[in-house]
T-cell receptor, first 116, second 116 residues
Framework: AQKITQTQPGMFVQEKEAVTLDCTYD???????LFWYKQPSSGEMIFLIY??????QNATEGRYSLNFQKARKSANLVISASQLGDSAMYFC?????????????FGTGTRLTIIP | DSGVTQTPKHLITATGQRVTLRCSPR?????VYWYQQSLDQGLQFLIH???????AKGNILERFSAQQFPDLHSELNLSSLELGDSALYFC???????????????FGPGTRLTVL
């Protein structure tokens, strides 16, 4: 079965430092997508970045990058030069097509707190 | 702003009642997904519609039902409400159509349901 594991329930990081949020996944489908979403205290889910299983290069979107290690089944989110506004819950999610279901499977999330 | 709209933003009701949550997808998106976020269950997939047809069901209770209308907006109906149904309900939309892992889901702001 599809599974996403986020082992860091909470992290505290000094402002302007880089931070890595861990995510490991499990799937038997060779074609899958990995997504990161940010959920601020206001509650909305904001799409940050996507990595496809066949992508040769790590995805980047502004200060966000994805450290994709396929053999280790990990897709860690890296936020460079953290800002106070980065304080939020971060969810890793996976979409594969096993059974024809196009749903997202989410991890339990990491609560990131940026310290001034 | 993801372009996905959900109404109402907050809903407070009593046990045994019935409510309807509404979602309008992003312009051009044909797929609508419903997710439930609760403290004990995390983010759970409920149901997926594509261009008016049900495509997949997840952990959706029999008391819950949904539909997608010809104008592509969707409604999630929750009946015989219980205390445990209190949660944040998200609608997400994507282009849909092609069963590929790259189809990014964009989330609405959510409806926070409180059952008293």
């Amino acid at each position: 079965a599809q599974k996403i594991t986020q082992t860091q329930p909470g992290m505290f990081v000094q402002e302007k430092e880089a931070v890595t949020l861990d995510c490991t996944y499990d799937t038997s489908d060779p074609s899958y997508g990995l997504f990161w979403y940010k959920q601020p205290s206001s509650g909305e889910m904001i799409f940050l970045i996507y990595q496809g299983s066949y992508d040769q290069q790590n995805a980047t979107e502004g200060r966000y990058s994805l450290n994709f290690q396929k053999a280790r089944k990990s897709a860690n989110l890296v936020i460079s030069a953290s800002q106070l506004g980065d304080s939020a819950m971060y969810f890793c999610a996976m979409r594969d097509l096993i059974g024809g279901n196009e749903k997202l499977t989410f991890g339990t999330g990491t609560r990131l707190t940026i310290i001034p | 702003d993801s372009g996905v709209t959900q109404t109402p933003k907050h809903l407070i009701t009593a046990t045994g009642q019935r409510v309807t949550l509404r979602c309008s997808p992003r312009s051009g998106d044909l797929s609508v997904y419903w997710y439930q976020q609760s403290l004990d269950q995390g983010l759970q997939f409920l149901i997926h519609y594509y261009n008016g047809e049900e495509r997949a069901k997840g952990n959706i209770l029999e008391r819950f039902s949904a539909q997608q209308f010809p104008d592509l907006h969707s409604e999630l109906n929750l009946s015989s409400l219980e205390l445990g149904d209190s949660a944040l309900y998200f609608c997400a939309s994507s282009v849909g159509g092609r069963r590929v892992s790259t189809d990014t889901q964009y989330f609405g702001p959510g409806t926070r349901l409180t059952v008293l």
